[in-house]
């Protein structure tokens, strides 16, 4: 069960969430991301609070997009899922095809636009999803684990990538991730969870270098703590 | 076993030299069939996809209903057509026993819990993976439904050849509201019954060597869009 008693999520940074399996990490994404309700207390997105359904939600859930560990493709060639939010957006046509090419281009999978996404790597079909997430310039980006099943060459990319649509947009980004190490490179603020409670929040200097909690400390040594 | 065989060459004979009576049963047959699908298809394939995105527990009971249909004895199609469709039923005033359009109504029957039950799985298989990327992408309802269908369209296909394969070899429920009218209802399995009573093997012959091949490429269409569904 999560139990977050309050969390603030600032604009424009990178946010890292790590903690053990069974934390409530990937839940508070998807309560995030607008997929699911919180069962108790409200949710605010720019100062508005998030209703249940109708058009706000649907306005806010636009601003935002989320990469899964295992990213779903559809069954279409990768062109089509690329542009898929910007036709669920009503872009035009030129548009459409102008913005889908440059983000195939800034994933480096213009050689495969017109294969079938499905018959493509992990490692691309990563970054077919990233590519799906960045032409949207949305304001948030919630990324579920997005390098656990890559190898290192591909985490190189998707976090090359990450950054970029970081600088490029001010897009803020939320990351759940195992890899201690990732979150370090990448974080500004670390967010600790432990049994569905935040434990710490805080810039990655000080949680990696001066924890408060000895619980923290523990699991960025690599203790197992339970 | 010389009969047999006689009667197997004799088939072979009246295929190749393209027997009208056996080409119109065929004909009949095919457009029965072809009709009753199609039917089925428009009512089933929507029912299959709303209920396959209602949560299981809601549509429970519906759904073993459905399950329960999909093994309805054709011969009991049957009579609840005839039932219905005799002079002594609510549709007797429409004339329809024993014509062509009783047995594509006896065979929608047949064929609407077959293509509504595979359809019910494949989008609920689909949903769950499909509905969360769709919706993360801005999808609005409507486009999110749209996807869930069009993911899986090759499943929901193989429905559909399914209920054709069901319908195309069934017996009892075209004899029952159809007749076996030489000329007007007689279709490849009634033909087949009183061919086979009347001594007649070859044609019974060729009419079931007509229809093994149907079913073969039913079955050869059936394999290779499930090949497709798995490779997928």
């Given at each position: 069960m999560l139990s977050v008693d309050k969390l603030v999520i600032e604009k424009g940074k990178i946010y890292g969430i790590i903690g053990p399996s069974g934390a409530g990490k990937s839940t508070l994404l998807r309560i995030l991301n607008l997929l699911e309700p919180p069962s108790h207390g409200s949710l605010f997105f720019n100062g508005m609070p998030v209703t249940k359904a109708g058009k706000q939600v649907l306005d806010m859930r636009r601003k935002m997009t989320m990469v899964f560990q295992r990213p779903i493709l559809f069954d279409t060639s990768v062109y089509n899922n690329v542009k898929y939010g910007l036709r669920a957006r009503g872009y035009a046509k030129k548009d459409i095809t102008r913005l889908t090419n440059i983000a195939l281009d800034e994933v480096g999978l213009t050689e495969f636009t017109n294969r079938n996404a499905r018959s493509l790597s992990g490692g691309e079909a990563q970054r077919i999803a990233l590519a799906r997430a960045m032409v949207l310039e949305p304001e948030v980006i919630l990324l579920d684990e997005p390098t656990s099943n890559l190898d290192p060459a591909n985490v190189a990319i998707v976090e090359k990538i990450t950054k970029r649509l970081h600088e490029k947009q001010g897009t803020t980004v939320i990351m759940v991730t195992h890899n201690i190490f990732q979150a370090q490179r990448m974080a500004d603020e670390i967010l600790f969870f432990f049994k569905g409670k935040l434990i710490e929040q805080g810039s990655t200097d000080k949680i990696f270098n001066n924890p408060q909690d000895d619980r923290t400390g523990a699991f960025i040594n690599g203790e197992m703590i339970y | 076993m010389t009969?047999?065989?006689?009667?197997?060459?004799?088939?072979?004979?009246?295929?190749?030299?393209?027997?009208?009576?056996?080409?119109?049963?065929?004909?009949?047959?095919?457009?029965?069939?072809?009709?009753?699908?199609?039917?089925?298809?428009?009512?089933?394939?929507?029912l299959g996809a709303f209920l396959g995105m209602r949560p299981s527990v809601s549509v429970r009971w519906l759904e073993k209903l459905i399950n329960t249909l999909m093994g309805l004895p054709p011969v009991v199609a049957g009579l609840v057509i005839y039932?219905?469709?005799?002079?002594?039923?609510?549709?007797?005033?429409?004339?329809?026993?024993?014509?062509?359009?009783?047995?594509?109504?006896?065979?929608?029957?047949?064929?609407?819990?077959?293509?509504?039950?595979?359809?019910?799985?494949?989008?609920?298989?689909?949903?769950?993976?499909?509905?969360?990327?769709?919706?993360?992408?801005?999808?609005?309802?409507?486009?999110?439904?749209?996807?869930?269908?069009?993911?899986?369209?090759?499943?929901?296909?193989?429905?559909?050849?399914?209920?054709?394969?069901?319908?195309?070899?069934?017996?009892?429920?075209?004899?029952?509201?159809?007749?076996?009218?030489?000329?007007?209802?007689?279709?490849?399995?009634?033909?087949?019954?009183?061919?086979?009573?009347?001594?007649?093997?070859?044609?019974?012959?060729?009419l079931g060597i007509i229809l093994l091949i149907i079913a073969f490429i039913i079955n050869s269409l059936l394999y290779k869009i499930q090949g497709e569904v798995r490779n997928h």
């Open positions: - | 009969e047999i065989w006689a009667g197997l060459l004799q088939a072979a004979k009246l295929i190749v030299g393209l027997d009208r009576e056996l080409l119109a049963i065929v004909f009949l047959s095919l457009k029965v069939s072809t009709a009753a699908v199609t039917t089925a298809a428009l009512i089933g394939i929507p039932l219905l469709l005799s002079n002594k039923g609510p549709l007797g005033p429409m004339e329809l026993l024993f014509t062509p359009m009783a047995m594509i109504t006896a065979q929608t029957v047949l064929a609407i819990p077959i293509i509504t039950g595979l359809t019910l799985v494949a989008v609920r298989d689909k949903h769950k993976e499909i509905r969360d990327t769709a919706v993360t992408l801005g999808a609005s309802q409507q486009m999110v439904i749209w996807t869930i269908i069009r993911e899986a369209k090759r499943a929901i296909m193989a429905a559909v050849v399914a209920g054709f394969g069901r319908v195309v070899a069934e017996v009892g429920a075209v004899m029952m509201v159809g007749g076996n009218i030489q000329g007007n209802t007689r279709v490849m399995t009634t033909a087949i019954v009183l061919e086979t009573r009347k001594g007649n093997f070859e044609f019974a012959l060729g």
